[in-house]
């Protein structure tokens, strides 16, 4: 792919701004300060390096700019993502900068709009999981993903001790607990 030229550039930066506004893990991370107080920043820094990153690049592959994101979300946010967004992520940006390449408006503006569809519900799920609203999922540097929503832990009285054990018992012997059957998690590394 050739480089943009500056048309086609702010076409991409749009789509960006887009595709990392709703990315699930990221937003999470953010709300929860895991890239610290300067985390806003962080993004928007992100967001102007991922648009480099392309135009520096001739024919970025998918696991490149995978590569590239989970880089950035471990150095700079503190965070390990694994619920397959870096996948998703990735083959937006990709999307994106072939149709902004081409000067195709329609596509990218298509392409933006189905972004700003998934708004609602991000915003949904980044209030329900909230730091107030659920402690004890939060303490332990956690934040559980589902199919890129964000949900609350909101165990039984009799759960939350048996999770509080087992992630003692992790804690000592330096692995982390398993997630519940069938979540996906965005996890907060320790240093």
């Known amino acids: 792919m050739a480089a943009p030229g500056v048309d086609e550039r702010g076409l991409f930066a ?5 595709v990392l506004g709703g990315w699930a893990a990221l937003q999470l991370a953010l709300a929860h300060g895991f890239g610290g107080p300067q985390g806003p920043e962080k993004a928007a820094w992100l967001a102007g390096a991922l648009q480099e ?6 024919e970025l592959g998918e696991e490149e700019v995978e590569e590239f994101l989970a880089e950035v979300m471990d150095n700079e946010f503190d965070t ?7 996948r998703q992520v990735s ?8 149709r902004a390449s081409r000067g195709d408006v329609g596509g990218v503006g298509a392409a933006l709009g189905a972004l700003a569809r998934r708004g609602p519900a991000l915003r949904a799920a980044l209030a329900a999981a909230h730091p107030g609203d659920g402690p004890a999922h939060l303490e332990s540097g956690h934040a559980h993903l589902e199919s890129g929503h964000a949900h609350p832990a909101t165990p039984s009285q009799e759960e939350e001790e048996e999770s509080s054990e087992e992630e003692e018992e992790a804690m000592e012997c330096g692995t982390p607990p398993a997630p519940p059957d ?3 998690l965005v996890r907060r590394r320790r240093r």
């Open 80 to 86: 390990v993502v694994e619920d397959g967004s870096l």
């Open 14 to 18: 749009q789509g960006v701004r887009a």
């Open 53 to 58: 990153f392309f135009t520096q690049n001739a």
């Open 182 to 184: 069938g979540w996906t």
């Open 91 to 98: 083959r937006e940006l990709l999307l994106l900068f072939s």
